[in-house]
């Protein structure tokens, strides 16, 4: 076997001697150049992990260039500071903590001012999807604060970033990388290259991700453009599409206080879908505090408040709104707001 190694070697060796001599230089460096192309050029041509498989899939779906495509996602950059921002959200906070970041004031009475603005858009929007506007109203105000904070993120480096870089959730981030390369230009609120947003890769005063605009995204001003960042009513319609695509009811009740006996049953809620309803839950031992239809299916969450648990019965539309984010400390945050602006908006009614 030794002597059949030296034998191929030196075979390979001397046709390459051979060769040589009857190339130009030119022609030498030509052949070099052509030979490292095939060899290492590949091997460089992705600057991340995944680009060509993406590209390709991207492209294949789409019909779009994989020139362009690789073309966006060669400018986009891993940010470390997109990966440290996901290991620390608010929601890992007690409610406790929580509340005071949204339940402000100046948030408040931001929401109160920005209904009375748009009353007429905001209850028109709320009448064609039966949406109670205040709650279109807070979700604009707990993800933006009313469209003056939409994120300073370039979108394509925090889908790249966490979609190709963070294991944990790389599923998710990378399906939502792939639509955002998939959606059409009239469903973006400028080129892609373009558009800022939250770490995670949310855009526009709502805080869509890009299959939250490819699904439920309206183009309600009628200009042939689903414009999250500078069109109101496509970005109040396209909330309000979204509630009532998962379920909202309309007039229906998102969440009442729930009173414990002391020797109330342990409940274990995995999430804020409705799965008992509100007499099987008073039979558990938690008593509700307003007069309620006890037949109402319902869910039940403890916060940690400021005094201790608070209990809390909620129900279908506080679940629907769980899906726009799913943490109950969000969801609660929202109705909270939602019902501090429309108390201060019947009290500027009123005062007039």
């Given at each position: 076997?030794?002597?059949?190694?030296?034998?191929?070697?030196?075979?390979?060796?001397?046709?390459?001697?051979?060769?040589?001599?009857?190339?130009?230089?030119?022609?030498?460096?030509?052949?070099?150049?052509?030979?490292w192309m095939g060899t290492v050029a590949p091997a460089l041509a992705a600057t991340h992990p995944g680009q060509d498989e993406l590209v390709r899939e991207v492209a294949r779906d789409t019909g779009k260039s994989p020139q362009a495509l690789n073309a966006l996602l060669d400018g986009a950059k891993r940010q470390q500071s997109i990966l440290d921002a996901i290991s620390r959200p608010a929601e890992g906070k007690p409610w406790k903590d929580y509340r005071p970041i949204f339940l402000t004031d100046q948030r408040i009475d931001g929401g109160i001012a920005f209904y009375r603005a748009h009353r007429a858009l905001l209850e028109q929007i709320g009448r064609q999807y039966g949406v109670a506007p205040e709650y279109?109203?807070?979700?604009?105000?707990?993800?933006?604060?009313?469209?003056?904070?939409?994120?300073?993120?370039?979108?394509?480096?925090?889908?790249?970033?966490?979609?190709?870089?963070?294991?944990?959730?790389?599923?998710?981030?990378?399906?939502?990388?792939?639509?955002?390369?998939?959606?059409?230009?009239?469903?973006?609120?400028?080129?892609?290259?373009?558009?800022?947003?939250?770490?995670?890769?949310?855009?526009?005063?709502?805080?869509?991700?890009?299959?939250?605009?490819?699904?439920?995204?309206?183009?309600?001003?009628?200009?042939?453009?689903?414009?999250?960042?500078?069109?109101?009513?496509?970005?109040?319609?396209?909330?309000?599409?979204?509630?009532?695509?998962?379920?909202?009811?309309?007039?229906?009740?998102?969440?009442?206080?729930?009173?414990?006996?002391?020797?109330?049953?342990?409940?274990?809620?995995?999430?804020?879908?409705?799965?008992?309803?509100?007499?099987?839950?008073?039979?558990?031992?938690?008593?509700?505090?307003?007069?309620?239809?006890?037949?109402?299916?319902?869910?039940?969450?403890?916060?940690?408040?400021?005094?201790?648990?608070?209990?809390?019965?909620?129900?279908?539309?506080?679940?629907?709104?769980?899906?726009?984010?799913?943490?109950?400390?969000?969801?609660?945050?929202?109705?909270?707001?939602?019902?501090?602006?429309?108390?201060?908006?019947?009290?500027?009614?009123?005062?007039?």
């Open positions: 076997m030794l002597g059949f190694r030296r034998s191929r070697h030196y075979c390979q060796r001397s046709l390459f001697m051979t060769v040589i001599p009857a190339l130009r230089p030119v022609r030498f460096l030509a052949v070099l150049s052509l030979f279109l109203v807070a979700i604009v105000g707990v993800e933006t604060s009313y469209g003056g904070n939409t994120g300073k993120y370039m979108v394509l480096d925090a889908l790249v970033t966490l979609g190709l870089y963070y294991p944990p959730r790389a599923t998710f981030f990378r399906s939502e990388l792939k639509t955002l390369l998939e959606l059409p230009d009239n469903h973006l609120a400028g080129p892609l290259d373009t558009l800022t947003g939250s770490y995670a890769g949310a855009q526009g005063w709502g805080q869509f991700m890009p299959s939250s605009i490819r699904d439920y995204g309206v183009d309600a001003d009628g200009d042939g453009h689903i414009d999250m960042r500078n069109s109101l009513p496509d970005i109040l319609a396209s909330v309000a599409n979204y509630f009532t695509k998962h379920g909202w009811i309309n007039g229906g009740p998102v969440a009442a206080r729930a009173q414990p006996d002391g020797a109330q049953k342990p409940l274990t809620v995995k999430d804020a879908k409705p799965q008992w309803s509100l007499e099987q839950l008073e039979a558990w031992g938690y008593a509700p505090l307003q007069a309620l239809n006890p037949g109402q299916p319902s869910s039940l969450q403890t916060l940690e408040g400021v005094n201790g648990p608070e209990y809390w019965f909620t129900f279908q539309n506080f679940y629907v709104i769980t899906t726009y984010n799913r943490s109950p400390l969000y969801a609660m945050a929202v109705n909270q707001l939602a019902q501090a602006i429309i108390a201060g908006v019947h009290q500027a009614d009123q005062a007039r």
